[in-house]
């Protein structure tokens, strides 16, 4: 099974870098210095996601991803009936729980850098709020893990470092070099992330996310 690399490293950092953040303010959620400068670091990263979701490469926009929900719903039966398709980038409910945790994670830092200031510090509706915020992270972000295993171990890739497969092949594992699609290749990368959609792992071995 050969593998290409997915996502840049500079966006796996980002990744990382959230993932972290995210977890040490939940973990200092009694207040303090260090849960303030931990919620204002995630909220710093979290910023990024969007902006790179409208205008960056071509893998981290959310057109690349980001499905309808009648398309997402079709592939949450799918996978439960234990035949849905394969993706190279995020699958639809996993870009979903993207969206759903940013925007968590963003309301949570914004609520709680209003708090701390001295026109709403002590109002219990926007502790309250922040409270309703953040503490679905909770459930959120185990239930992110657990489908980033069972997608690797399914499909059989390393979905931490972001390296997607593109061979059917159970009897050797290389590393294969890959560039990034080009800026303006977007409607090709679409026809074919949609043709390895539809045709499955095997169909991978055209390596669409090349140029």
Known sequence: MAWV???PKWQRLLHAGLALTMVAALI?????RLHELTSYAA???VLL??????GGPVLARFSSFLRAPMVT???ARALWQRREAHHRNHNPLGAWMVVVLLSLRAGAAATGALYVTDRFRGEAWLIAAHALLAWPQDLLMPLHIA???????????NLVGRCGATAASATSLQTAPCRLPKRDSVAGLRIAMTRSSVN???AATARPDCV
């Open 43 to 45: 909220f710093a990263l």
């Open 73 to 75: 719903w079709d592939y």
């Open 147 to 157: 489908g980033v295993i069972h997608a690797s171990r399914r499909h059989r890739e």
């Open 5 to 7: 690399r997915v996502w």
């Open 200 to 202: 499955g792992v095997g």
């Open 28 to 32: 200092t959620y009694e207040g303090g």
């Open 49 to 54: 996601p969007p902006a790179l979701g409208f």
